[in-house]
Every structure is written in C-alpha cells, then in structure tokens.
C-alpha cells in the first residue's frame, strides 16, 4: 500500500510570495492532519481535515490555511511569507479524525524563505 | 505553550545497553500517550502508546512506562541497537483531540 505522498519535498520562495504545499493520504485514510516541524519546537499542530472539513486547528496565524479535497488529497497554502516561516511541513493521514487514531506521516516539503 | 516536553535533547548510548527517554506533560487532562521514530529525511512512524488508565505497556524491544501523577513518561529501548539512531518524539492527546509534540530527543548509539 502506498504511504503518505508530499509535493514538492523542496520549496524555496522570498519573503512576502505565497505557496501551496500537497499531500495525498494513504488510500481510503479521510483525515489528513499537517505540522510544522523546527528545531527546537518539534511538531506543532497546524490543522486537522476530515471529509472536507476542518475540524481543529492550531495557535498559527490566518496566514497558514488549508483544504481538504473529496478525494481526501489535502493542500496548505501560507500567504506573505515570513523569514520565520522556514521549516519542514509535515502532513499525516488517519483513517479516522483525532489525536486516538495511529498517523502516518509523510516525508515532509521543506519549505526555505529567503 | 508547550504542553509537552523533552528536556533531553540528546542522549548517547552504548549497543546493547538500555536508552531511556524522558517526557513530562502540564496538561492532567492528556489521556492517551505516543512515541514516534523520525529518521532523517522521513516522516515520523509510531512507535508505541499508551492509555492514561495504563501505568506500562510493552512491544518487543520498547517498553513506555506512564507516571500520571508525576505527569511523567518514558521509553526504555532495551537491548540498543543501532538501528534506534534516531529522533524520537513523544505525544499526548487530550479526549481524541489533536496531538502535542514534544521537541524531540535525537538518540545515538554507538558500536
């Protein structure tokens, strides 16, 4: 079974650009949940979707947003980049919402802001 | 605020001696706990976890032990293997909610 698939895995954008980071989950997984990886903080929760719904979110700005796809593929957007922004987005998928079910990650998009 | 942390951010260990890795919570409210494994250039991959009414649970090697009322957790990896080089993260979810990370500790251990 294929895991967890992210694109690009490598992204370097200016401060002030937009970007929009995938992640297709495992099949037949319907939520789909994304991270920010730095060092330091370890893994801080961005946004959990579930059947096209978001369903929680984190403490970051409404700069980060995200959607999820009837497909359950999921994209990220974060507008007007900041220099702080650079880190590993991490997106997992479950097959069902919540912090009980097992999450399988995927690779990571290392996003660099210069 | 961190609700979960891993004071150690680093810890080296001898093959075939016992790694022990340390997480304290804030939140009495976190009823299911998790390990997770990150190898450099993937993604995390569970590990083990374990629920609040547990105070030990056992997978082969790994063993997370759960301390509710010093709001503590650990991860004995017993025998080392080199194999266990890695990032591991602990996490804690409260109610099925969503998971809070600790910073990680980055195992090393040596032949």
């Known amino acids: 079974k294929a895991g967890v698939t992210q694109t690009p895995r490598y992204l370097i954008k200016t401060r002030g650009q937009q970007v929009t980071l995938s992640c297709s989950p495992i099949s037949g997984h319907r939520s789909v949940s994304w991270y920010q990886q730095t060092p330091g903080q370890g893994l801080q929760f961005l946004f959990e979707y579930f059947s096209e719904t978001q369903r929680n979110k984190g403490n970051f700005p409404g700069r980060f947003s995200g959607r999820q796809f009837s497909n359950s593929r999921s994209e990220m957007n974060v507008s007007t980049l900041e220099l702080g922004d650079s880190a590993l987005y991490l997106c997992?998928?479950?097959?069902?919402?919540?912090?009980?079910?097992?999450?399988?990650f995927g690779p990571g998009t290392r996003l660099t802001v210069l | 605020d961190q609700q979960v942390k891993q004071n150690s951010p680093s810890l080296s260990v001898q093959e075939g001696r016992i790694s022990i890795l340390n997480c304290d919570y804030t939140n009495s409210m976190f009823d299911y706990f998790l390990w997770y494994k990150k190898y450099p250039a993937e993604g995390p991959t569970f590990l083990i976890s374990i629920s609040s009414i547990k105070d030990k649970n056992e997978d082969g090697r790994f063993t997370v032990f759960l301390n509710k009322s010093a709001k503590h957790l650990s991860l004995h990896i017993v025998p080392s293997q080199p194999g266990d080089s890695a990032v591991y993260f602990c996490?804690?979810?409260?109610?099925?909610?969503?998971?809070?990370f600790g910073a990680g500790t980055t195992v090393t251990v040596r032949a």
């Open positions: 996490a804690a979810s409260e109610n099925d909610y969503k998971l809070s």
């Open positions: 997992a998928s479950s097959r069902g919402q919540g912090g009980y079910n097992e999450q399988f």
